[in-house]
């Protein structure tokens, strides 16, 4: 008798996770269904076994729900205007063509601006981000021959040996 109360205790205590019914329908079938069968009532499932399936239809909507068509692709004309720098649909020296019959003006005296000079160099805009020049220390890199590249502050680049480099200040 006790073995009897321990068997169903069992079970009762096995089936606490999950539940007597989902214990049941996996552990056991019913004579003549297929073990092996997918479980499942969904619409797909309904249609496989056989069974009628109705489902509403998808109806349109009003108005269009589509975008416009897309913009024209650009002319080689207003590419090669966009890179010479003019606004599209603007005039430049490409829109004043010679006409059919003209005649070209060669006049030399109209004196050509000279071009503009680059300035030999930039200013430091580090100070406009919080760098100092007194925080600025040497990079020291090792390489794998024994040697050591130094990167100094002012961008000067050197090499030396690993053993006379200074030691690194943080």
């Not at 056991?28 to 489902?55: C, F, H, I, Q």
Request: charged share 20%.
């Amino acid at each position: 008798m006790m073995r009897k109360v321990m068997l169903l205790g069992g079970c009762l205590m096995i089936t606490g996770c999950s539940g007597f019914g989902k214990f049941v329908s996996d552990t056991a079938t019913l004579p003549g269904a297929n073990p092996n069968a997918p479980l499942g009532s969904d619409l797909n499932m309904r249609r496989v076994k056989g069974y009628g399936a109705s489902e509403a239809p998808i109806l349109t909507q009003g108005g269009n729900v589509w975008p416009g068509p897309p913009s024209p692709m650009p002319t080689l004309e207003d590419v090669e205007k966009d890179r010479i720098g003019t606004a599209l649909g603007a005039t430049s020296s490409a829109d004043e063509m010679l006409p059919d019959g003209g005649e070209i003006n060669l006049d030399t005296s109209r004196k050509v601006a000279p071009s503009a000079k680059l300035p030999d160099a930039e200013s430091d805009a580090a100070s406009k981000f919080g760098a100092k020049r007194s925080n600025a220390s040497a990079i020291q890199i090792p390489n794998g021959d024994g040697t050591v590249t130094i990167i100094r502050p002012d961008g000067s680049v050197y090499t030396i040996k690993a053993s006379a480099a200074p030691a690194a200040t943080h």
